[in-house]
């Protein structure tokens, strides 16, 4: 049950852009690094999301310097202009992908894949719902079924984190990140290549009972938010995970399920 607990909770925070820490070796390298290129294309998929005025002060120029609470800020309101889109997640052991929906009704749906197994989750404002041997499962912290319990913990991480203004906190905690010279070639999951600024932590940080060694964003034309790659330590264990962002700003749909 505590691995359950702990699998689920990591992917509801990748979700929200934070660092996921499972018990886990590196992820298999899917940033290839390039030096100078010209602008990056968008990505196929999604729609065109104008860059907000938020990013302002987010020069995607090589040696720029950035404050963490400008890039928060950034990655904030590109996430809520776009409204909407998927994510995979992947390290060593774990892996997993979801729709998401951001604003003032977040929610999310996905699985996630580990040692133990898949498990699908739909999360929302005042639900959550996961899969145990492929029954749906409601939250609820009085119940007495250990699943349940199990559910509304996953469901509470959620509505702590979930919301882009408070999970892209984790950027905000590094005072200073710098564009790296060049751009990166970021395979994405669905197939296309994107160029990418690599836009990295100037030193170690921590945040939420993190302690991130190093952590890269990687913004594409318009400040997409097209990657995110953190290595941290948490209770003893270091782990490297890579976030992937695609079909941002296409329309996505949460069901929730009958039970």
Known sequence: MRRTTKTFALTVGALALLTACSPAADPTPLITETAAAPASP?????????????????????????????????????????????????????????????????????????????????????????TFDGAWVKADPSSGDYRA??????????????????????????????????????????????RAWRVQADAPFSAAGVDVSEMIVWLGEGHRVVATQATGTFGGVQTTSLQQFTRWGEPVTIEVPKG
């Open 42 to 130: 968008t990505p196929m998929g999604g729609t065109a999301v104008t860059s907000p005025r938020e990013c302002d002060d987010v020069d995607l120029i090589a040696d720029s310097r950035v404050t963490g609470s400008d890039l928060s800020a950034c990655v904030i309101a590109f996430s809520r202009a776009a409204g909407s889109g998927h994510l995979t997640l992947q390290s060593a052991d774990l892996s997993g992908e979801a729709d998401f929906v951001f604003g003032d009704d977040p929610a999310t749906s996905g699985s996630v894949t580990g040692p133990d197994g898949t498990n699908d989750f739909v999360l929302t404002p005042t639900e959550a719902w996961v």
């Open 149 to 194: 319990v199990i559910a509304s913990t996953i469901g509470e991480s959620y509505r702590a984190l979930a919301d882009p203004a408070a999970a892209a906190s984790l950027l905000a905690s590094a005072p200073s990140w710098t564009v790296q010279t060049g751009q990166d070639t970021v395979s994405l999951p669905d197939g296309t290549d994107v």
